[in-house]
């Protein structure tokens, strides 16, 4: 057993540094990802923050959040691109014809999408001290702002997966991003739900997102957090169970 474990550690190192040089060799493809969220949050603060009303007084606090969702969900949709090509050029077929663990393919480009998805959150978030953002948070919030942003990333890069293993085009496997990267907009990341039409606000108060951003926005803020990041964690936990699940089947189907 535990040579088994060291070949499939031995195996996913050599994956994940594959799917690490691509992104260092081509880092447009994380300033992509950054340039948009970060020109959000621009537009936002600086044009529009003045008649938004949002109860705080500094609004790339209540913003940044959502950014953040913004830039992962943006980001992702490489992981599909990436996948969707090795599946094109017959990489995988090529792997599975060498004795190694053929779940540390796919494990190789989740693990560079967390990677990835984290310099991207990086510069965001100094871009936003930049803008005037500060928190109270403690170390504890922020390793707890931290896991929320990892599981986030994890869930929709499983997501990305099945994306990039069932399309039939290039566009195919970028185009299932377009909604998740919506679902902030009807959420609390911009405005409080309270401002909306009632159906829009009752939509908006029960995805994903909205539990998300708002369990962020108060650890950052050194506020209580209530049942938020419980339900949080429940959205991004049960999501990312059901994508894998339905990858590695689509996974064994398709190679």
């Given at each position: 057993?535990?040579?088994?474990?060291n070949?499939f550690?031995?195996?996913?190192?050599?994956?994940?540094g594959?799917?690490?040089?691509?992104i260092?060799?081509s880092m447009?493809?994380i300033i992509?990802?950054?340039?948009?969220?970060i020109a959000?949050?621009?537009?936002?603060?600086?044009?529009?923050g003045?008649?938004?009303?949002?109860?705080?007084?500094?609004?790339?606090?209540?913003?940044l959040?959502g950014?953040?969702?913004?830039?992962?969900?943006s980001?992702i949709?490489?992981t599909?691109?990436?996948?969707f090509?090795?599946?094109?050029r017959?990489?995988?077929e090529?792997?599975?014809?060498?004795?190694?663990?053929?779940?540390t393919?796919?494990?190789?480009h989740?693990?560079?999408?967390?990677?990835?998805?984290?310099?991207?959150v990086?510069i965001?978030i100094?871009?936003?001290?930049?803008?005037?953002?500060?928190?109270?948070a403690?170390?504890?919030s922020?390793?707890?702002?931290?896991?929320i942003?990892t599981l986030?990333?994890l869930a929709?890069?499983w997501?990305?997966?099945?994306a990039?293993l069932s399309a039939?085009s290039v566009?195919?496997a970028g185009?299932?991003s377009?909604p998740?990267?919506?679902l902030p907009?009807i959420?609390?990341?911009?405005?409080p739900?309270?401002?909306?039409?009632?159906?829009?606000?009752?939509f908006?108060?029960?995805?994903?997102?909205?539990?998300?951003?708002n369990?962020?926005?108060?650890l950052?803020s050194?506020?209580?957090?209530?049942?938020?990041?419980?339900?949080?964690?429940?959205?991004?936990?049960?999501?990312?169970?059901v994508?894998?699940f339905?990858?590695?089947?689509?996974?064994?189907?398709?190679?």
């Amino acid at each position: 057993m535990e040579t088994i474990k060291n070949y499939f550690f031995m195996d996913l190192s050599v994956m994940l540094g594959r799917s690490m040089r691509h992104i260092f060799r081509s880092m447009d493809t994380i300033i992509t990802v950054t340039i948009t969220p970060i020109a959000m949050m621009l537009l936002f603060v600086y044009v529009f923050g003045g008649a938004i009303q949002t109860g705080t007084a500094n609004y790339v606090n209540y913003l940044l959040p959502g950014i953040l969702l913004i830039a992962i969900a943006s980001g992702i949709a490489y992981t599909a691109y990436r996948l969707f090509m090795d599946m094109q050029r017959g990489i995988l077929e090529r792997f599975h014809s060498m004795p190694i663990a053929r779940s540390t393919v796919l494990w190789g480009h989740v693990l560079t999408s967390l990677v990835s998805n984290a310099i991207s959150v990086v510069i965001i978030i100094l871009v936003a001290l930049i803008m005037g953002f500060r928190s109270s948070a403690g170390v504890l919030s922020c390793l707890a702002v931290a896991g929320i942003l990892t599981l986030f990333t994890l869930a929709l890069t499983w997501i990305a997966v099945i994306a990039g293993l069932s399309a039939k085009s290039v566009d195919g496997a970028g185009a299932f991003s377009y909604p998740i990267i919506f679902l902030p907009f009807i959420s609390s990341a911009f405005v409080p739900t309270g401002t909306m039409p009632s159906a829009v606000r009752a939509f908006a108060e029960n995805q994903p997102v909205t539990s998300i951003v708002n369990a962020m926005r108060a650890l950052l803020s050194d506020q209580p957090v209530g049942n938020d990041i419980w339900i949080a964690a429940v959205w991004c936990i049960g999501i990312m169970l059901v994508a894998y699940f339905f990858a590695m089947r689509v996974y064994k189907k398709r190679v």
